[in-house]
């Protein structure tokens, strides 16, 4: 395992390597106007896996690293069975970075969302309660590459406690309705999405998102479950009236 990455070392090295990329610069050198007198405001952005790569030249272990530093701080009684482990999600980062997305404020990663795309098999397990996220590899996910329909499972969405406000919940929440755009733009849609609530935030969120509790997971948390269709009611999906266009032109063409 490489070197832990704390708080903002993980892109104050960076910077020094990319000081001729000025939209990187200018990225990250907005920290001294930040608003931080009760430390839950901050100029906080979202950077997709692939975005951190490409300007912050980070590795794919640096990037994991703090993810999984950020869901020890903020999930108690986390096992290494429940989390995974680095060298497994490297393996899903390289191969889909853009199912990632980081909520930064000034050079430090503060929380994210990541989600993989479960073979039928997998899913089924997810859904009664038999998967862990250690189970999760590439044999168990389906590649994203052409067009169809496919299962979402959230691996974790996560706020570290300072941060955890409306602004912030939104910014990390637009940017997987965008990502869920590019997607449809490539006719890839999900049609089916499943997530395993460890917290009273994380079920509450589930709950918000349309979601309806299926069971207990087998070593811990709530298995929560939704059909795309249902979750379009929402106003988060709304405000992407081309996501909702695609999503809808798509399901007319199963009555077809």
């Not at 482990?85 to 503060?110: A, G, K, R, Y």
């Not at 941060?163 to 089916?192: D, K, M, P, T, W």
Request: glycine share 4%; charged share 25%.
């Amino acid at each position: 395992m490489t070197q832990r990455v704390y708080g903002r070392s993980i892109i104050s090295s960076a910077k020094r390597v990319i000081t001729n990329d000025k939209s990187a610069n200018e990225l990250v050198e907005n920290e001294n106007n930040v608003i931080q007198s009760d430390n839950t405001r901050a100029d906080t952005f979202t950077l997709s896996g692939q975005q951190m790569v490409d300007k912050y030249t980070l590795s794919a272990e640096q990037i994991l690293e703090r993810c999984i530093e950020i869901d020890y701080e903020t999930m108690e009684n986390l096992t290494e069975d429940s989390e995974g482990n680095l060298c497994q999600w490297v393996e899903l980062f390289n191969s889909f970075p853009d199912t990632w997305h980081m909520l930064m404020s000034d050079d430090d990663i503060v929380g994210y969302w990541h989600f993989v795309c479960l073979n039928d098999e997998s899913f089924e397990k997810a859904k009664n309660g038999e998967l862990l996220d250690g189970d999760i590899t590439i044999d168990t996910i389906e590649y994203m590459f052409l067009p169809g329909d496919y299962k979402g499972y959230f691996v974790g969405i996560a706020i570290l406690p300072n941060f955890r406000n409306v602004r912030n919940l939104q910014l990390l929440l637009n940017s997987f309705v965008e990502q869920l755009e590019v997607y449809a733009e490539h006719g890839i849609f999900f049609i089916e999405w499943c997530a395993n609530a460890f917290t009273k935030e994380g079920k509450a969120m589930c709950k918000s998102l349309r979601m309806e509790k299926l069971c207990d997971n087998k070593l811990d948390g709530e298995m929560f479950y939704a059909e795309f269709r249902s979750m379009m009611e929402l106003k988060v999906v709304n405000n992407s009236p081309r996501l909702v266009e695609l999503y809808r032109t798509h399901f007319d063409t199963w009555n077809d």
